[in-house]
């Protein structure tokens, strides 16, 4: 059952005695900083907060949840979704489900990093383990009862992804009899009306508003009889496995590499192929434009240009500003550019060590911008704080617990990022899910 903490929140921020009081701070002060000289004058007012105070803000910040899984709840997933600045919307999403598949229990988790806008991320979040449940209720019928293997149900991952991305445009191209051909030879006006059907319930206009927008993804699936899992990665999002050894010391694995410009695999990749494109990948981005290298949605990156020119500038309101548009798709010759190709990696959980502790960290690239170099030391500081039962972790969400830790791991340091006097955005977005395995 998904449980809120807000009753405990409630709690703490009655509990707290000390008047909080101001101090300041510098930008180079806030872990993961995004802002700068430019945002000044510096230093900035901040407030002080008291231990509970700030364990209960922060808590109200990201409102943490939890779904317990397994045999009498023996395992469970928190997750929080975290953006301090109120002038603005977090565009992180997680989900948490627990997959029914012939009356076995999949457990289903991820976070999406969203950019330009938030219809697109939404949709994963919302839609990405409605797809996933599909695909795994067809593979299961064709075995008939015996188990999957875990080859089978990594493509079956990597399929049902793809086909969930393929889906966003090809809904908006089934809109028009003949496909972008038939575009091609329709009035602007006609295109419009059957774009912008508002009207009539704006169905057409959402599913077009889908290609406009992007989302990273980062999915997790572990089987009904908890003996392995499947992380499947788009994007720069990171999977992180925590595993205690027989001589109850931790250890630590990345299990995703980032599909960004900083991956020199991934950018040959895409040089691979588009021969004779120098302009494919400009600055480490995609067409000059983009980070991700791969993701859901960012439709005008996989589709041809007169995709993006003919059907997404005639959304409403129209008359859009399209420089920037045509900027990168002038480079736009043999797409897709983008791939929607997850890489799935299959990492068994070891039946014979079922008593040994493990925890999975899916986090979006905010938490890993926080943690900086200091990653291993956040993550070892959280163990120790989890494992001990400590007092100074005043909240039992293993996902809070960590982003605590990762914002500085004292009430000073997460006061800093809380209550900073500033009109702009000082933080990327923070999804994070910790699970139990």
């Known amino acids: 059952m998904m449980m809120s903490v807000r009753s405990v929140?409630?709690?703490?921020?009655?509990?707290?005695?000390?008047?909080?009081?101001?101090?300041?701070?510098?930008?180079?002060?806030?872990?993961?900083?995004?802002?700068?000289?430019?945002?000044?004058?510096?230093?900035?007012?901040?407030?002080?907060?008291?231990?509970?105070?700030?364990?209960?803000?922060?808590?109200?910040?990201?409102?943490?949840?939890?779904?317990?899984?397994?045999?009498?709840?023996?395992?469970?997933?928190?997750?929080?979704?975290?953006?301090?600045?109120?002038?603005?919307?977090?565009?992180?999403?997680?989900?948490?489900?627990?997959?029914?598949?012939?009356?076995?229990?999949?457990?289903?988790?991820?976070?999406?990093?969203?950019?330009?806008?938030?219809?697109?991320?939404?949709?994963?979040?919302?839609?990405?383990?409605?797809?996933?449940?599909?695909?795994?209720?067809?593979?299961?019928?064709?075995?008939?009862?015996?188990?999957?293997?875990?080859?089978?149900?990594a493509d079956m991952f990597s399929s049902a992804i793809q086909a969930f991305d393929d889906a966003i445009a090809n809904d908006v191209l089934d809109l028009f009899p003949g496909g972008l051909q038939s575009v091609m030879d329709m009035p602007d006006e006609k295109i419009y009306a059957i774009l912008n059907d508002h009207a009539t319930g704006g169905l057409n206009f959402k599913k077009a508003r889908l290609c406009m927008y992007g989302t990273t993804a980062l999915v997790a699936l572990v089987d009904p009889d908890h003996e392995n899992l499947w992380v499947a990665n788009l994007g720069d999002c990171q999977g992180v496995m925590i595993s205690e050894t027989e001589h109850r010391t931790w250890n630590f694995e990345v299990l995703t590499t980032n599909h960004n410009g900083t991956n020199k695999h991934e950018v040959q990749r895409v040089k691979n192929e588009h021969p004779g494109e120098p302009e494919c990948v400009i600055d480490n981005r995609v067409l000059g434009a983009i980070a991700p290298f791969r993701c859901i949605g960012d439709t005008p990156f996989k589709q041809p240009p007169e995709f993006t020119r003919r059907i997404l500038y005639n959304l409403f309101p129209g008359g859009h500003d399209t420089s920037l548009w045509e900027e990168f798709l002038v480079r736009n010759l043999t797409p897709p550019y983008i791939s929607a190709m997850p890489e799935v990696t299959h990492y068994p959980l070891g039946a014979s060590q079922k008593q040994l502790r493990k925890y999975l960290v899916l986090a979006s690239d905010g938490f890993t911008d926080i943690c900086g170099e200091a990653q291993r030391n956040v993550i070892e500081r959280w163990l120790q704080c989890v494992e001990s039962g400590s007092d100074s972790c005043e909240m039992d969400n293993m996902a809070l617990q960590l982003l605590w830790q990762g914002l500085g791991g004292d009430s000073v340091a997460v006061s800093k990022v809380l209550t900073l006097d500033l009109d702009v955005p000082w933080l990327d977005d923070v999804s994070i899910v910790v699970q139990s395995l």
């Not at 703490?12 to 701070?25: E, F, I, R, W």
């Not at 029914?100 to 991320?121: P, Q, S, Y």
């Not at 990405?128 to 875990?150: D, Q, S």
């Open 9 to 153: 929140v409630e709690r703490l921020g009655q509990a707290h005695a000390a008047q909080p009081t101001s101090s300041q701070v510098w930008y180079d002060d806030i872990p993961g900083s995004i802002c700068g000289p430019e945002d000044g004058p510096w230093p900035r007012t901040f407030t002080r907060l008291g231990t509970s105070e700030a364990w209960a803000k922060l808590a109200q910040a990201s409102d943490p949840q939890r779904l317990s899984y397994g045999p009498h709840g023996r395992w469970c997933a928190d997750a929080v979704n975290f953006q301090p600045f109120s002038g603005t919307r977090s565009q992180d999403r997680y989900a948490m489900q627990q997959l029914d598949i012939g009356g076995r229990m999949w457990m289903f988790t991820a976070v999406f990093d969203g950019h330009l806008g938030d219809a697109t991320v939404e949709h994963a979040a919302y839609h990405m383990p409605i797809i996933v449940r599909e695909f795994l209720e067809e593979i299961t019928r064709k075995h008939r009862g015996r188990a999957v293997p875990p080859p089978l149900i």
